[in-house]
């Protein structure tokens, strides 16, 4: 069982900066940037139904330049985004 999960379970709500932790693990090739596909498995990993979905949306959100990759400039968009739509809890 992961040790978080998305809004459904009674828990304690995860930080914007552990979640920006969490999320930045999931840079596969190391390059300072998450891709639509990075984020897919992010979200899936965190427990998130329709996650190429979310990816999706999420990327078009926080995507502030349009490359198709959230850098870290864009992270803390990304970061609320989340948290504010589907919320990110430590069970």
């Not at 552990?18 to 999320?23: D, F, S």
């Not at 998130?48 to 979905?53: A, E, H, I, P």
């Not at 078009?60 to 490359?67: K, Q, V, Y």
């Amino acid at each position: 069982m992961p040790a978080w999960s998305p809004r459904s379970s009674p828990s304690l709500p995860l930080s914007e900066e552990q979640l920006r932790g969490l999320l930045k693990r999931y840079d596969s090739n190391g390059d300072g940037r998450l891709s639509k596909n990075e984020l897919k498995t992010a979200f899936r990993s965190l427990g998130l139904r329709f996650s190429s979905w979310r990816a999706g949306r999420a990327l078009r959100h926080a995507d502030a330049n349009g490359d198709g990759f959230i850098s870290d400039e864009e992270m803390n968009e990304l970061v609320r985004y989340a948290t504010t739509r589907w919320g990110f809890y430590i069970s």
